[in-house]
């Protein structure tokens, strides 16, 4: 099978190696669709240098060949279903893991091939072989957005993170790809009013058209209502700061965004003691947050968000290309579609 490997700053090769034995508890998916998000762009352009590196992980595809005692199983997908794939790996034995929170497993991810590529999901290739437990049927849906599930459930487990609740006022930070989700799923789970904040004038203009109920400039706060949640899908030390200012008394702040090499941030302690603040972070995403992604896909309550969110789509062979654009332009979804 054909296999992209980063091999450094602005360099990909594509090697042919041999298509993945399945064992009795995996299944092997033709990949459909791979989804290139912010660390394939940072792989790419040298901001991540980790190579050579069997990137993406954003991945949909249709079942190829299921182990033989996965497929005795009633929920495994069967041949030829559409899934959306799930490439973390989770050891099971870490106190992360026992506690039930494998977005945290102290295991490190990925594993070394053996043509020698770091495996960072590895999706974008023909095939990806994957435990039967990680795979997740999503129904008759275009491939492009079945990739998606592996964002959507980052922000199903961002929303857990943050108590969200039907009729919870909610303010997104940042109008990127992540707080158009975040946007889709606080609208769909019934937020009495989603507010989006942004700094660039083009983005607040095109995060209309997904209906929030106000789109604002940072120094815009004072003309909507604080919010009982706050979602910072920015990674930067303004982000939270404007967060503290919109976020209500006895609200929440959850903390999507993460940079390790952002500048660090200032949390206000007695403000946070004396207004009832609740801070936390969201990294990731646990079974349970694939669950609702999936039977979202599946049944379509997503579909007219999700796809103006494809920015651009490129065959396998014109992998570089599409590195390229994700690491040098602003785009929301760039897909390889082997």
Do not use: K
């Not at 396998?316 to 979804?333: F, G, N």
């Amino acid at each position: 099978m054909r296999t992209a490997v980063i091999t450094a700053a602005g360099q990909v090769d594509l090697r042919d190696i041999p298509v993945p034995d399945v064992g009795d508890d995996e299944v092997l998916v033709r990949v459909a669709a791979c989804g290139l998000c912010t660390m394939e762009g940072n792989l790419y352009a040298g901001r991540m240098p980790v190579y050579p590196t069997a990137a993406g992980h954003e991945v949909a595809g249709w079942v190829e060949r299921v182990g033989a005692r996965a497929g005795e199983l009633e929920d495994v997908p069967g041949v030829g279903e559409l899934v959306a794939v799930d490439l973390l790996t989770r050891c099971g034995a870490c106190r992360g893991c026992r506690g039930g929170g494998s977005a945290v497993c102290a295991s490190p991810q990925g594993g070394m091939r053996a043509d020698g590529a770091i495996t960072m999901g590895a999706g974008l290739a023909e095939y990806v072989r994957v435990p039967a437990a990680q795979v997740w049927s999503v129904g008759d849906i275009a491939p492009e957005l079945a990739a998606m599930g592996e964002p959507l459930a980052c922000v199903v487990h961002s929303l857990r993170r943050g108590g969200f609740q039907a009729g919870d006022r909610v303010t997104v930070i940042g109008a990127g790809y992540m707080g158009h989700l975040h946007l889709a799923l606080a609208r769909h789970f019934q937020a009495r009013s989603v507010v989006v904040v942004e700094r660039d004038e083009q983005r607040r203009v095109d995060i209309l058209a997904a209906g929030p109920d106000a789109a604002v400039a940072p120094d815009r706060l004072a003309d909507v209502p604080r919010a009982d949640v706050v979602f910072v899908t920015i990674a930067s030390r303004e982000s939270i700061a404007t967060a503290l200012e919109a976020v209500a008394d006895g609200g929440r702040i959850v903390l999507f965004g993460g940079s390790p090499d952002g500048p660090p941030a200032e949390l206000p302690g007695y403000e946070v003691h004396r207004r009832q603040l609740t801070v936390t972070g969201s990294y990731s995403q646990e079974p349970a947050d694939w669950r609702t992604a999936a039977e979202l896909l599946r049944g379509g309550a997503l579909t007219a968000r999700l796809e103006p969110l494809v920015s651009a789509r490129y065959p396998l062979d014109d992998v570089e290309q599409a590195l390229r654009q994700t690491a040098e332009t602003p785009v929301y979804r760039v897909v390889v579609t082997p």
